[in-house]
């Protein structure tokens, strides 16, 4: 069971694939423009985007949720069936492509694949470090970490992403949500906690790096 959050301006297309969705006990999200379902990205696991939107296209969309959430699956529908047009969805962020008019139930399978490929990023293991989202566990060199629900969901965003810069601001939006307290200092304070548990000198780090001025990284050969 996911949040999808499905974006198209045509009616008929947000009621069936929302019907076929909530078949699979999903939770469905809808949006009929582009600034609405940029809005509830957010809210979602998923996204399925059309191309052409009123306002903040498709294409834009995927877009800046790559650039903000790297492992957020994206599927994109759009009546342009080009070899070059498919291309261009997929290197812009999309995960994957239908092209319409398609088969609902095309649509879920894509989907069902989607949410079994982000299901598998739900463990890290590196560096001795071992987290599994599914148990909320965390062990390093084979000693489990005492963390915080917070501690644990930045130190899971990071390690998805070695090499990866995060600025506060993302992470903020990323970790704590809807629950923003607005205030980038409460990340640095976080951090010091977590760097303590897992024992990090900071002139040298074992995993996480400051980038100065910008926020966080996990080293990527941690």
Same mark, same amino acid.
Request: glycine share 8%.
């Given at each position: 069971?996911? %949040?999808?959050?499905?974006?198209? =301006? ?13 078949? /699979?006990?999903?939770? #469905? &999200? /809808?949006?009929? =423009?582009?600034?609405?379902? @940029?809005?509830?990205?957010?809210? +979602? ?11 903040? +296209?498709?294409?834009? &969309?995927? %877009? ?5 959430? *790297? ?8 009546? %342009?069936?080009?070899? /070059? ?10 995960? =994957? ?24 990023? $739900?463990? #890290?293991?590196?560096?001795?470090? @071992?987290?599994? /989202?599914? !148990?909320?566990?965390? !062990? &390093?060199?084979? @000693?489990?970490? +005492? ?9 899971? !965003? ?8 995060? +600025?506060? $601001?993302r992470l903020l939006e990323r970790v704590w ?26 002139? @040298? *780090? %074992?995993?996480?790096? !400051? ?12």
């Open positions: 069971m996911a %949040r999808i959050l499905i974006v198209d =301006d045509d009616p008929a297309i947000l009621e069936i694939l929302g019907a076929y969705l909530r078949a /699979e006990r999903h939770t #469905v &999200l /809808e949006a009929q =423009d582009g600034l609405t379902g @940029q809005a509830r990205l957010n809210e +979602s696991d998923l996204a399925i985007l059309d191309w052409m939107l009123p306002g903040v +296209s498709g294409l834009d &969309l995927a %877009r800046q949720q790559r650039r903000d959430h *790297p492992d957020f699956p994206i599927l994109l529908l759009t009546a %342009r069936g080009e070899e /070059e047009d498919k291309l261009r969805g997929l290197e812009v962020g999309a995960d =994957d492509y239908v092209t319409k008019p398609f088969s609902p139930r095309e649509v879920v399978a894509r989907v069902r694949a989607l949410l079994r490929r982000a299901r598998i990023q $739900d463990s #890290v293991a590196t560096g001795g470090l @071992q987290l599994d /989202e599914r !148990t909320r566990t965390a !062990t &390093l060199d084979g @000693q489990e970490l +005492s963390l915080s629900k917070l501690e644990f969901d930045l130190l899971l !965003t990071l390690a998805r992403h070695p090499g990866f810069v995060w +600025s506060r $601001d949500g809807a629950d923003f307290p607005g205030v980038e200092r409460v990340v640095d304070v976080h951090m010091a906690g977590l760097r303590r548990k897992l024992g990090e000198n900071p002139e @040298q *780090p %074992r995993f996480i790096e !400051t980038v100065r001025g910008v926020g966080y990284r996990f080293r990527e050969e941690a």
